[in-house]
């Protein structure tokens, strides 16, 4: 059985880590406070825009190849027991970013307060 064990992973050059292209590992990702409007944590995230109630446009740092990625949300309910049913995704895929929009099962736009929304992106960078 051989082990590799290594604390970085250098490109070719030595100069900085290696560039996710064609792999199949998350490209960006987001965990976003609507009510707050602020990040919790991100990778590929050079930006996070509020939309207005129940939707936020984040922008990625790198471009994606193409628009047909696939952005997977998350729907996390509320810590406060609601039985509430949300529906929530994205939608508007660009090579520069993607939108996401949360709302009631009632159809209503709603932010969501704390850090449950999230996007992850998986696809090729360009």
Do not use: C
Request: hydrophobic share 35%; no cysteine; aromatic share 10%.
């Amino acid at each position: 059985m051989s082990e590799i064990r290594a604390t970085t992973i250098s490109d070719a050059a030595g100069t900085g880590p290696i560039t996710l292209t064609g792999q199949s590992a998350a490209k960006a990702w987001v965990n976003y406070h609507m009510v707050l409007n602020t990040v919790g944590d991100s990778f590929n995230v050079s930006s996070v825009t509020d939309d207005g109630t129940g939707s936020f446009t984040t922008l990625f740092a790198t471009q994606m190849a193409n628009a047909y990625f696939l952005a997977a949300s998350s729907n996390a309910f509320p810590r406060s027991g609601s039985a509430q049913n949300y529906s929530s995704g994205a939608y508007a895929n660009a090579t520069s970013g993607v939108a996401y929009a949360r709302e009631t099962s009632g159809g209503a736009a709603h932010d969501q307060n704390d850090y449950g929304p999230g996007l992850s992106v998986h696809g090729d960078l360009a």
